[in-house]
């Protein structure tokens, strides 16, 4: 009985560990520190996040068309393009940060029986883009406006390990993955009759292998990033193994691989093996995972500049080994564009770094020449604390260029945000806000120009006023 002791304090000292810095208590089977233990589970947590939540997306939003009978059970909705007829609402959860400006084509794909060929009609004038993530959300293509121009035109998507020859006259995409994601994109214009859309849409064409086999199934009913985010240690990784034997990482992700072994993550085989490590590893390993998470959530509220806005410019859509970032932006707004086809402002604060609510007034104002440089068009979008369209508000849920916003007398611009029109506003600068409750901006600027790329334009700070009513 006198060993009991020992073991509790040891037990009291772990469970605080994240907080006063992990300590060496004693050495795994290979030969890491607790402490080195648990940091690596949290950076092996940063490191797969992206794809084990692109994974859930994909199940999530199978499960979600299976449901409509849109497509058939299994594997039935993978290769096969989904068109979105209509804007996205509050109903819409599957994705955070669904844009207002464009409709949606998007097709999940398998690339491991062979290369798509994707094609597209001539696009007019509109804003288009056809982009193509790889299973760790890095840019693999991005065929639209700014690549292709606006005439027809077609792509040849290829997965890890091609070596047979292109397809002439097509844009070759290589994606490092076998599961891939088609996100496309065309421009609508606010109030506009959508089937001029709809027929360039229809106009799409994927000629691709058939999938290789059954996909896990998804819950309609579940955010994505939640089931992530509630996932044991335990299943988290063997989620993470099991998708790594089908999805390798990169020749510049070695040493993380490497590492992923001493967690027992066996990336060539699929399989997670945790029987090497004790009661107490295996707190530590969760306790890892648990810091990273709170980490990575309170990166998002974190006020990034004098202006409140957070805006990534560079490193955006092609990570690197910079998997921080690239675990942020996956949980902030996953399916982000490179920056040149498109930059995200995002605030969650006013010009004071206080919490936006909805029991204030705000404002945006845009200086004389100072509004959002963009050579297709901006917007500005309200979202709940959670990243997606709130509930219980107007049915708009976004304001920009194509808006016919009414210029100030000095010719600058005020947007108005509050959860009931302010009298002195313009119905048509009005952004209603959720009453009493927390609420994020996102910005877009589709096709920006130098200046915003460059940091020489930013956001302006929102100002707030008086109480709301």
Not at 122 to 138: A, E, F, H
Not at 241 to 261: C, I
Not at 315 to 323: D, I, K, R, W
């Amino acid at each position: 009985m006198r060993y009991l002791g020992p073991v509790l304090v040891t037990l009291i000292v772990l469970a605080g560990a994240a907080a006063a810095g992990w300590v060496v208590l004693t050495r795994n089977p290979d030969g890491l520190s607790l402490r080195d233990l648990g940091q690596t589970a949290g950076e092996a947590y940063v490191f797969g996040y992206p794809l084990v939540l692109m994974e859930e997306t994909r199940a999530v939003m199978l499960a979600r068309l299976e449901a409509e009978g849109a497509v058939g059970p299994g594997a039935g909705g993978i290769n096969t393009l989904h068109h979105r007829r209509d804007l996205p609402g509050a109903e819409d959860d599957s994705v955070v940060r669904p844009n207002l400006d464009t409709l949606y084509t998007i097709a999940w794909l398998d690339l491991s029986m062979g290369p798509a060929v994707l094609r597209w009609p001539d696009m007019g004038d509109r804003y288009w883009l056809l982009q193509v993530l790889d299973g760790w959300t890095d840019v693999a293509g991005s065929p639209g406006s700014r690549t292709a121009g606006s005439g027809p035109g077609l792509a040849f998507i290829t997965g890890p390990g091609w070596d047979g020859p292109g397809l002439p006259g097509a844009v070759h995409v290589r994606s490092s993955t076998s599961m891939a994601w088609l996100i496309g994109r065309i421009e609508v214009a606010p109030g506009e009759d959508f089937a001029p859309v709809h027929a360039l849409q229809d106009a799409i064409s994927l000629t691709a292998a058939p999938p290789s086999g059954a996909v896990r199934p998804g819950d309609a009913g579940q955010r994505p990033p939640d089931t992530v985010e509630a996932l044991a240690a335990y299943d988290y990784f063997t989620r993470l193994a099991a998708l790594m034997a089908q999805n390798p990482a990169r020749a510049q992700d070695a040493e993380m691989t490497a590492r992923l072994a001493a967690l027992g993550v066996d990336p060539q085989t699929g399989a997670l093996d945790w029987r090497g490590h004790g009661l107490l590893a295996r707190r530590v390993m969760g306790r890892g995972v648990a810091v990273a998470r709170a980490r990575l959530a309170e990166a998002d509220r974190q006020p990034p500049g004098p202006q409140g806005w957070r805006t990534l410019t560079q490193g955006l859509g092609e990570y690197g080994t910079n998997y921080a970032l690239r675990a942020g932006v996956a949980h902030i707004g996953l399916g982000a564009n490179l920056a040149a086809d498109a930059i995200y402002p995002n605030t969650t604060r006013d010009s004071a770094g206080r919490p936006l609510t909805g029991d204030h007034v705000y404002t945006l104002r845009f200086e004389p020449g100072a509004w959002p440089p963009a050579d297709a068009f901006w917007s500005v979008t309200l979202y709940d604390a959670h990243g997606f369209l709130p509930h219980g508000v107007d049915g708009r849920h976004a304001l920009g260029d194509r808006d016919g916003l009414a210029a100030d007398a000095d010719g600058g611009l005020t947007l108005w945000i509050a959860p009931e029109r302010p009298a002195d506003a313009p119905d048509s600068n009005w952004l209603p806000a959720p009453a009493g409750a927390p609420f994020a901006l996102t910005a877009r600027l589709y096709a920006p120009r130098e200046a915003a790329l460059s940091g020489a334009w930013i956001m302006p700070g929102v100002e707030r006023g008086p109480a709301s009513r």
